[in-house]
């Protein structure tokens, strides 16, 4: 065999061993699944004859709200105790009104806002007056202190079923970046109303070192903060994830707040790869987890990180869609997860609009997108440089342009994900959405699961 054959057979071997990695991680992520759907449903009992079951709503962005919901439902569940656990737009005023126990568990997403899954419920329910006096509940706010309107929305959520009659049964429970104090004192309502002082504490997963592997300047020369390509390795466990989840990062300057990135890689990639801009404070300070990643920290370093399951962002039901992949920025992070998840899985009815500075400077893995044009990953491609003329344009202009186009693609039954800066790009992204399709048409894509978000 001569060194052609040789590098042939090498290069088959590792290609079957690649295949085999992926093999593998998909059946561990759907044997999760299967595992989750298992657990969850273990949630809804039948309640007895008479007996009104507890109505647990939950309001999450990233996860977290959603899953302190199941694991309330399942403590419940441990007492004997029936519970119906749904999202709060999947929640209706007949619910509302025939309920006799509820308890909330509400995030607040930028400055006071709902969370996605919770729009459709504060734009119709909460504008309206209901009559709730036999409503009892409990509310669990998860917010962040260094927001002006910590935990804006379960405070919003509070007063808007107080004025509609209904009694709180404690105080409600404000939890500042997942304190265990105060996950414990909802513990303790639970406890109370499970009869029950024997369940174990609710512990938030570990963070693990994980060492800074890679880091590349992206844009030197840019009008914008500089912005790295970042790769974090895990040292002794097989991490998995999925495309769209989050990575949460503590710097040594704050053990106690977590600072929380979108995924960009899979896992055949066999490193979390992150998408990060440099901040810096007025004062010349770098930002704590920015600069800790892009520049305090010498390669080798050791990085306290834990995965978070980003359930709103993930493929789920949209996995056989045509996807339209919108954003900004660092949030091509996320989208780039999601293209190499479909060109992995051989999927091709993409469309990434994607806006940043200049294309001499921000075009951020370049070659990776002009491949997956070349590759046909990606059917369509529309990247705007917002100062590249002299007329500032930007992706939300260039969606109002394509209109004829999006229109296509949703009668198509495409599914919508955008990701990137929640002020500007993301308001933008919906205001020409709904003169595209009309306020009850984004609606419906929300309703449907087919428009989601990991905005910042």
């Given at each position: 065999m001569n060194w052609s054959d040789q590098t042939r057979a090498i290069v088959a071997i590792l290609l079957v061993l690649a295949y085999l990695a992926m093999c593998i991680s998909i059946y561990c992520m759907q044997r999760r699944k299967q595992q989750?759907?298992?657990?969850?449903?273990?949630?809804?009992?039948?309640?007895?004859?008479?007996?009104?079951?507890?109505?647990?709503?939950?309001?999450?962005?990233?996860?977290?709200?959603?899953?302190?919901?199941?694991?309330?439902?399942?403590?419940?569940?441990?007492?004997?105790?029936?519970?119906?656990?749904?999202?709060?737009?999947?929640?209706?005023?007949?619910?509302?009104?025939?309920?006799?126990?509820?308890?909330?568990?509400?995030?607040?997403?930028?400055?006071?806002?709902?969370?996605?899954?919770?729009?459709?419920?504060?734009?119709?329910?909460?504008?309206?007056?209901?009559?709730?006096?036999?409503?009892?509940?409990?509310?669990?706010?998860?917010?962040?202190?260094?927001?002006?309107?910590?935990?804006?929305?379960?405070?919003?959520?509070?007063?808007?079923?107080?004025a509609c009659g209904a009694h709180a049964l404690f105080d409600s429970v404000a939890v500042d970046n997942a304190d265990a104090k105060a996950l414990h004192d909802w513990q303790h309502h639970l406890s109370h109303i499970a009869g029950t002082s024997d369940a174990p504490d609710w512990q938030a997963p570990t963070y693990q070192q994980w060492r800074l592997a890679a880091r590349r300047h992206l844009n030197p020369g840019s009008a914008g903060n500089p912005t790295f390509h970042i790769e974090l390795e895990a040292l002794n466990e097989q991490a998995t994830w999925e495309a769209g989840d989050l990575l949460q990062v503590l710097a040594p300057a704050d053990r106690q707040r977590a600072r929380e990135y979108s995924v960009a890689s899979i896992p055949a990639d066999r490193r979390v790869h992150l998408l990060v801009?440099?901040?810096?404070?007025?004062?010349?300070?770098?930002?704590?987890?920015?600069?800790?990643?892009?520049?305090?920290?010498?390669?080798?370093?050791?990085?306290?990180?834990?995965?978070?399951?980003?359930?709103?962002?993930?493929?789920?039901?949209?996995?056989?869609?045509?996807?339209?992949f919108i954003g900004n920025g660092t949030g091509l992070a996320g989208l780039r997860s999601h293209l190499k998840a479909r060109a992995a899985s051989g999927r091709q009815r993409n469309w990434l609009l994607f806006g940043e500075r200049n294309a001499a400077h921000d075009f951020y893995y370049r070659d990776e997108i002009e491949a997956w044009q070349t590759q046909g990953v990606l059917e369509r491609v529309d990247i705007v440089f917002s100062r590249d003329q002299a007329e500032r344009i930007y992706v939300q202009d260039k969606l109002r342009e394509q209109a004829d186009t999006m229109c296509a693609w949703l009668a198509a039954d495409a599914a919508i994900y955008v990701c990137g800066s929640l002020e500007g790009m993301a308001g933008g992204v919906e205001a020409a959405l709904t003169d595209i399709i009309g306020g009850a048409g984004v609606e419906q894509l929300i309703a449907q699961g087919r428009y989601r978000r990991d905005v910042y």
């Open positions: 989750q759907a298992t657990r969850n449903a273990a949630a809804l009992i039948p309640a007895a004859d008479g007996v009104q079951p507890w109505l647990i709503g939950y309001a999450s962005q990233t996860g977290f709200a959603e899953e302190l919901a199941w694991n309330t439902a399942r403590l419940l569940h441990t007492a004997g105790v029936p519970a119906r656990v749904a999202n709060l737009s999947a929640i209706s005023a007949d619910d509302l009104m025939q309920a006799e126990r509820a308890l909330f568990i509400v995030s607040t997403y930028g400055e006071g806002d709902p969370p996605d899954n919770a729009s459709l419920f504060a734009g119709k329910l909460m504008n309206a007056k209901l009559v709730l006096p036999h409503l009892h509940f409990g509310m669990l706010m998860l917010g962040d202190s260094e927001y002006t309107h910590f935990c804006g929305f379960g405070r919003t959520l509070t007063a808007w079923l107080q801009r440099q901040e810096r404070h007025e004062d010349g300070n770098l930002g704590i987890a920015s600069g800790w990643l892009t520049e305090q920290a010498a390669l080798g370093t050791m990085i306290d990180v834990r995965l978070r399951a980003h359930s709103n962002f993930r493929l789920g039901d949209n996995l056989h869609r045509p996807l339209v």
